[in-house]
């Protein structure tokens, strides 16, 4: 899970201010924002979760992975990455 964690900081740009302007006339494809802001909550998340010696389950995990490849697919999209 860390190694997820570490390869989505490494990929998304969850701390860059273009990342966080709104699209002119609704052009934005999903809303860049509140995507970052969601998976920067569950890497919070995760990160204390695992400093406390949580271990997550396999779905857990398979479902942390999936928002992450939809949230750079919607990145992609919007021609933030």
């Known amino acids: 899970m860390r190694d997820i964690i570490e390869q989505v ?3 998304l740009p969850l ?3 273009e990342t966080f302007v709104c699209g002119s006339k609704g052009s934005c494809i999903g809303c860049p924002k ?5 998976v920067d ?5 995760w ?3 695992l ?3 949580i271990e997550p389950q396999f779905d857990e995990i398979r479902r942390f992975g999936k928002m992450c490849t939809s949230v750079k697919r919607a990145l992609t ?5």
């Open 41 to 45: 909550s569950d890497l919070c998340y």
């Open 77 to 81: 999209r919007n021609g933030l990455i």
């Open 15 to 17: 701390y860059e201010p």
């Open 34 to 38: 509140k995507l970052l802001e969601m």
């Open 47 to 49: 990160e204390s979760a």
């Open 9 to 11: 900081k490494a990929t």
């Open 51 to 53: 400093d406390r010696g």
